[in-house]
């Protein structure tokens, strides 16, 4: 298995942006989401939770 089939961070990038639009809206939501998307690359990677209000 490469390592690209799985996620590199805790939580899933998903579950980060789901978690973001809830807490902070559509707009900051969706930035806060894209940049964890972009952190998502070697060698970056680990325990990475949304940020509180």
């Not at 805790?10 to 789901?18: A, K, V």
């Not at 707009?27 to 940049?35: A, E, S, T, V, Y």
């Amino acid at each position: 298995m490469s390592i690209r089939n799985r996620c590199r961070h805790t939580p899933s990038c998903s579950r980060y942006t789901l978690i973001t639009l809830k807490r902070f809206g559509f707009i900051k939501g969706w930035k806060l989401g894209l940049q964890r998307i972009y952190r998502c690359r070697p060698p970056n990677g680990g325990i990475d939770f949304p940020p509180h209000k």
